[in-house]
C-alpha cells in the first residue's frame, strides 16, 4: 500500500505560478509511474502530467503543455509539479497518482493507477 499525500496548492493570480509536491509513502517509490490529474467543479477527472520510474520520459495534456513540468527526486519519494503561466481554467483539485504496473502508453487513464492523493486545491484568480 502507498500513500501519497500532496502540498503546494493555494490561491493564485492569473499568470502567477505554484509548484505542486506529493510525498509517497513507501521506498520502492521508483518503481511507479507517477502522474497528475485535475478536477474541476461539474466537470470529470482529467489527466495533467505523467513521469516514468526513471524521470526520463513524461507526458502532458495539451492544455497545459509548455507551462507545466512534472519532475520527480526519487531520493526523496516525492513527484512534483511546476505550474508556469496559470490560468482561471487551471482552477481545480489536482491529485497525484501511483502506477506500478507501468503498461505502454496508458499514462493518461485515470483506471491505470493505483493508488490516489486526496489533492490539494488550486485557484487562479483572474
Known amino acids: 500500500q502507498v500513500q501519497l499525500e500532496e502540498s503546494g496548492g493555494g490561491l493564485v493570480q492569473a499568470g502567477g505560478s505554484l509548484r505542486l509536491s506529493c510525498e509517497a509513502s513507501?521506498?520502492?517509490?521508483?518503481?511507479?509511474?507517477m502522474g497528475w490529474f485535475r478536477q474541476a467543479p461539474g466537470k470529470e477527472r482529467e489527466f495533467v502530467a505523467a513521469i516514468n520510474w526513471s524521470g526520463g520520459n513524461s507526458y502532458y495534456a495539451d492544455s497545459v503543455k509548455g507551462r507545466f513540468t512534472i519532475s520527480r527526486d526519487n531520493a526523496k519519494n516525492t513527484v512534483y509539479l511546476q505550474m508556469n503561466s496559470l490560468k482561471p481554467g487551471d482552477t481545480a483539485v489536482y491529485c497525484c497518482a501511483a502506477d506500478r504496473k507501468n503498461y505502454v502508453n496508458t499514462y493518461a487513464y485515470p483506471s491505470s493507477y493505483d493508488y490516489w492523493g486526496q489533492g490539494t486545491r488550486v485557484i487562479v484568480s483572474s
Open positions: 513507501q521506498q520502492t517509490f521508483d518503481i511507479y509511474r
